[in-house]
């Protein structure tokens, strides 16, 4: 079973348009019984960095390993209703979580908040244009920008919405290009392939680039929310992992990298 795990997580990885290995830094955490073993975990793109560094913490922590298969929430939903074998899934938007739940393919008495997420309109460091919001989108010389596909990905959802409430959505779309997922989406303008890209602030926050927070009241509220798989192989390692974002050490991360807990709403700018 465990070199089936493997595989699997090795084509999810391959399947996936980016992937990411796991990064050596570390944050302390709270007191666990150590627990020993693996979880898979299916996570939004959006918490490639802060997750990573969770995963690290929590294995020195309990000694379990966290392996993470990172996407689009839309995408790794629809592996996870077919039956993919994940122990706990991280959404960029609560919707799909309680849907999965009301399908009873996430334990209901699992699922829990941990962060809202912000969108920014990002700019590579050398980049000649000074964007200071969306309408700054429409002039000519910005030929072409990136969002994360909004059928699939929150954050491209999102984007989609703060344009058409911004009221430059018919003349931004013709310039649109789009990524499978937020991450990829900062690959596309990290590597000069667009002008400018519309991208989390957890993938924006101490990178190089240039970056400006577009107003929340312009797009629905980006709500994360994560659940333990009812097929989970280790259900007790997930419901630890959960503990653990939520723990202060757990929250000292996510909100290093720019994410509103859920009870500091009121901590960001509009």
Request: charged letters at 20%.
């Amino acid at each position: 079973m465990r070199q089936s795990r493997i595989l699997f997580i090795g084509l999810l990885v391959a399947c996936q348009s980016v992937s990411f290995p796991l990064n050596p830094q570390s944050a302390s955490g709270p007191t666990a019984a150590k627990q020993g073993g693996e979880i898979i975990i299916s996570a939004a793109a959006d918490l490639h960095a802060a997750f990573t560094e969770i995963g690290v913490a929590f294995e020195k922590e309990t000694g379990t390993r966290a392996m993470f298969n990172f996407g689009s929430t839309g995408q790794l939903a629809q592996q996870i209703a077919q039956g993919a074998p994940v122990d706990l899934f991280a959404a960029a938007d609560r919707s799909y979580i309680n849907d999965l739940a009301k399908r009873r393919i996430i334990l209901s008495d699992t699922v829990q908040l941990y962060a809202r997420g912000r969108i920014t309109l990002w700019t590579r460091e050398d980049s000649a244009w000074q964007l200071q919001s969306l309408t700054d989108l429409t002039r000519p010389e910005v030929k072409r920008v990136a969002i994360a596909n909004p059928e699939h990905a929150p954050y491209g959802l999102a984007a989609r919405e703060a344009l058409q409430n911004a009221g430059v959505w018919d003349t931004v779309q013709p310039k649109l290009v789009f990524g499978e997922n937020v991450a990829q989406t900062k690959q596309l303008a990290d590597t000069g392939n667009v002008d400018a890209a519309i991208i989390a602030l957890s993938l924006s926050v101490g990178v190089k680039g240039r970056w400006t927070l577009i107003p929340q009241e312009l797009h629905s509220p980006l709500d994360q929310a994560l659940g333990v798989v009812t097929r989970a192989k280790n259900e007790r390692g997930a419901r630890a992992f959960i503990e653990f974002v939520n723990s202060p050490a757990g929250r000292t991360v996510m909100a290093k990298h720019g994410f509103i807990l859920p009870d500091e709403e009121k901590r960001m700018p509009k």
